[in-house]
C-alpha cells in the first residue's frame, strides 16, 4: 500500500484497492492508520501522497546511506592498520547500532555482525552517549545498569562520571564491559552541526592488547574520526 502510494501520489482509495488487491474498506483503514502516524497525507480531494513522517525516514536513510558510502574506505584502511575489528555504529532508539565493519584476516579476531545493538551505558557505545543531550542520557542511562559482564558499570553515577571523562578526553576505552575477554576504544564523528552522529570503534582480543598497542588504536582511530568527520562537512572534524 504504502509503496503504490509512493509511486502514484494523487491516487484514492479506489484505485490504491484495485492496485493492492484488497477490499476498499481495508484500504481505507490502512490509509486512514498512516494518515494518522503522518507517514500519508490525504487532500481535500481525497488522494494520498507522502507524509511528513516519510520525508524525515527518507533525509535519515540518504544520511544512513551516504555515511557507510564515505566510512567504508576509512574503516578498510584502519582495519589494515590495527589489524582488528573495526566497527562503525549509530545510535538508535536507545542503543547503539552496527551499520558497517571491516575484519582482519587473521583466524582469531572479533566478529562483528551487522546489525548488532548494543546498550549505550556499557563498552565503547558509551563514546555515542557522552555527546547526546542531558535529556537523552537520563533517559538512557538506568539506576541501576543491567549487568552485560562483571566490568560493566553498577551505577548510574559510575556511568556518568565515564560520560564526562569521554568528553574531556575526546575517546571512549572499554575493558570486557559489554563483552568478557575484549578490548575496545572508540572515538566519535561530527556532522557538519557538530552534532555527534556515529562513532568508529576498535575491538580485539583482550589478551592481545597491551597499553602500548592500546595507545596505538586510539591514535588511530581517533584519526579516522577524524577524517570522516571532515568528509561529512565537520570543520577539523570536530
Known sequence: MLLEVARHPGVGVTELARKT????????????????????????????GLGEAMLVLGINASTQIDLIRLATPILEQLCQRVN???????????????IAKAEPSRDLRVHANVGRR??????????LLAFQSKEF?????????PALTSNTPSTREAVMD??????????????????????????PVFAMNRQVIASIHVVAPAFRIRESELEHSIRL????????????????GT
Not at 565515564?162 to 572515538?187: D, K, N
Open 162 to 187: 565515564e560520560l564526562a571523562r569521554i568528553r574531556s578526553q575526546g575517546f571512549c576505552v572499554s575493558r570486557s564491559e559489554a563483552s568478557e575477554h575484549q578490548v575496545s576504544c572508540a572515538a
Open 118 to 127: 548494543r546498550p549505550l551505558y556499557a563498552g565503547s557505545p558509551k563514546c
Open 84 to 98: 582488528e575489528t573495526v566497527q562503525l555504529r549509530i545510535i538508535d532508539g536507545f542503543e547503539a547500532l552496527c
Open 137 to 145: 542520557i537520563d533517559d538512557c542511562v538506568p539506576e541501576h545498569p
Open 21 to 48: 488487491g484488497l477490499s476498499k474498506s481495508r484500504a481505507y483503514r490502512l490509509l486512514h492508520t498512516m494518515e494518522q502516524k503522518q507517514i500519508i497525507s490525504r487532500s481535500g480531494e481525497a488522494t494520498y
Open 221 to 236: 582511530v581517533t584519526s579516522s574520526a577524524q577524517k570522516l568527520s571532515q568528509a561529512l562537512g565537520s570543520e577539523a
